[in-house]
């Protein structure tokens, strides 16, 4: 595949210490599963040099656009918050501003935060397109809390502007 050469893409393990801040989502009842992110960006040594932006509090998404002398990195990183119980998502994140196939990568997956665990992790990273424009990186996820069988779907979609 001609595309996976132009994306790099890095699942960091689940765990359940994260070396930055990890957003809350305020107005939540306690036990609700929820997904957080930060995006970053920064070159091929380091994709996490700058933040760029965050789900709580939300601020504008703006990413450098990749130049064919320079191009740029980002790492997207996502948050699971458990239910109180073991709590398992299902499903799939397209991040629309990475470089490759249809300037699109979509990651399917199912990440468990364990009943003694209150979060896990995991981060995306890849060349950010060459085409200026707006994109959209969208979860579409359902969070299952194991003992009692709950579900609940998680729906979100972020505008990113390259410029």
Known sequence: MASMKN?????AALSSSCARHVPDAPGLAPGTPY?????????SENPD?????????RNECVVPVSRPDAQVFSDVHF????????????G?????????????????????????ESI???????IVTSTRGTYAVTLS????VTDSGRTLPIRETV????K
């Open 7 to 11: 994306v790099v893409i890095l699942t």
């Open 35 to 43: 997904v957080s992110w930060v995006f970053m960006s920064g070159d």
């Open 120 to 126: 896990a992790n995991q981060s995306i990273a890849g």
């Open 49 to 57: 040099q700058e933040f760029v932006c965050q789900s709580h509090p």
């Open 159 to 162: 505008q990113v502007t390259v």
């Open 92 to 116: 799939s994140i397209d991040i629309g501003f990475f470089q490759g196939s249809l300037e699109s990568h979509t990651t399917q997956g199912s990440i468990t935060v364990k009943q003694n």
């Open 141 to 144: 996820l359902t969070a299952t």
């Open 79 to 90: 948050y699971y918050h458990g239910g109180g119980a073991e709590t398992k998502y299902e």
